[in-house]
């Protein structure tokens, strides 16, 4: 591990950082003294130190007896987590949760030691394989796949405590998938013996996220408010080339797949309860004929 001088470990514990931390660091009781004294440090637990400007999540935890981890830690690293961001998920030694009203997250297998104020990666996606459904499992795991924080080895590796039934789900993840929108409609329709098709490159249109039977599309937004004009614009103009090459497309908007998924859902199966998603396509030839 690259070594760090204390300004560095805190950044790195998103402004918190333990004593032990720091003196490996390079700070002696002498500095410890002159930075509380200043206010550029204050204490939050016995050995534990943080700065003004420190994640208040992180804070939280550590001020109740533990370190950040679980979806809390996820969402620090970047990973796409479903659901409100609250409460603060809190990883602790067994005696920290005596007389505390607080949640604190466990793993399958043995504890891990408290290092960090923020759990790694690896160790944060293990607490979280007991605090989300299924679902929620392969959302996450895609994320990580998708942005290349961990590989499917590594993450075969933090599944093996886990049972079966939570090992398997590792089959039905999909490091293609773009957004958690995306992985969620997924795994909702397979879920209802729907066979489809990812990130599907096709001609004249590009690559578009499924392709049910033979001319279904189905488009995921991927975040709460389209990302620009240009790209509102731009995906309208793809579903306008589709639908010329006799394609039926379905596109779901973030609260859609969040909030109204019984809906869109049903559009979906009414759709193939018809056996639109088999209807023959137009033949390119013929749009290049009826073009000339």
Same mark, same amino acid.
């Given at each position: 591990?690259?070594?760090?001088?204390?300004?560095?470990?805190?950044?790195? *514990?998103?402004?918190?950082?333990?004593?032990?931390?720091?003196?490996?660091?390079?700070?002696?009781?002498?500095?410890?003294? !002159?930075?509380?004294?200043?206010?550029?440090?204050?204490?939050?637990?016995?050995?534990?130190?943080?700065?003004?400007?420190?994640?208040?999540?992180?804070?939280?935890?550590?001020?109740?007896? *533990?370190?950040?981890?679980?979806?809390?830690?996820?969402? @620090?690293?970047?990973?796409?987590?479903?659901?409100?961001?609250?409460?603060? !998920?809190?990883?602790?030694?067994?005696?920290? !949760?005596? *007389?505390?009203?607080?949640?604190?997250?466990?793993?399958?297998?043995?504890?891990?030691?408290?290092?960090?104020?923020?759990?790694?990666?690896?160790?944060?996606?293990?607490?979280?394989?007991?605090?989300? #459904?299924?679902?929620?499992?392969?959302?996450?795991?895609?994320?990580?796949?998708?942005?290349?924080?961990?590989?499917?080895?590594?993450?075969?590796?933090?599944?093996?405590?886990?049972?079966?039934?939570?090992?398997?789900?590792?089959?039905?993840?999909?490091?293609?998938?773009?957004?958690?929108?995306?992985?969620?409609?997924?795994?909702?329709?397979?879920?209802?013996?729907?066979?489809?098709?990812?990130?599907?490159?096709?001609?004249?249109?590009?690559?578009?996220?499924?392709?049910?039977?033979?001319?279904?599309?189905?488009?995921?937004?991927?975040?709460?408010?389209?990302?620009?004009?240009?790209?509102?614009?731009? #995906?309208?103009?793809?579903?306008?080339?589709?639908?010329?090459?006799?394609?039926?497309?379905?596109?779901?908007?973030?609260?859609?797949?969040?909030?109204?998924?019984?809906?869109?859902?049903?559009?979906?199966?009414?759709?193939?309860?018809?056996? *639109?998603?088999?209807?023959? @396509?137009?033949?390119?030839?013929?749009?290049?004929?009826?073009?000339?």
């Amino acid at each position: 591990m690259e070594e760090l001088d204390y300004a560095g470990v805190l950044a790195a *514990g998103f402004g918190v950082a333990s004593w032990k931390q720091l003196r490996t660091a390079g700070m002696t009781r002498t500095d410890l003294r !002159h930075v509380l004294a200043s206010g550029a440090l204050r204490c939050i637990r016995r050995g534990w130190y943080a700065t003004a400007l420190a994640n208040t999540d992180v804070v939280a935890a550590v001020a109740g007896g *533990g370190v950040l981890s679980c979806l809390s830690a996820l969402r @620090l690293h970047k990973v796409w987590v479903p659901g409100a961001s609250t409460p603060v !998920h809190i990883r602790a030694r067994a005696s920290a !949760h005596r *007389g505390v009203h607080r949640a604190f997250c466990e793993q399958y297998g043995r504890p891990e030691s408290e290092i960090t104020s923020v759990d790694e990666l690896t160790v944060a996606l293990r607490h979280a394989l007991r605090c989300l #459904d299924p679902e929620g499992i392969v959302v996450v795991c895609d994320s990580i796949l998708n942005q290349g924080l961990l590989e499917l080895s590594d993450l075969v590796t933090v599944f093996r405590p886990a049972p079966a039934r939570i090992r398997a789900l590792l089959d039905k993840c999909d490091g293609t998938a773009q957004s958690g929108t995306e992985s969620m409609t997924r795994f909702r329709l397979r879920a209802r013996g729907v066979e489809l098709r990812s990130q599907v490159d096709i001609a004249g249109v590009g690559i578009v996220d499924f392709v049910i039977g033979t001319s279904l599309i189905v488009e995921v937004d991927g975040y709460e408010t389209h990302s620009s004009k240009e790209q509102f614009e731009k #995906d309208r103009e793809r579903d306008r080339k589709a639908v010329e090459l006799g394609y039926i497309v379905i596109r779901l908007t973030y609260h859609q797949v969040v909030h109204e998924w019984e809906s869109a859902e049903s559009s979906i199966l009414d759709v193939i309860r018809r056996r *639109g998603h088999l209807k023959p @396509l137009v033949d390119r030839k013929e749009l290049v004929s009826d073009d000339t």
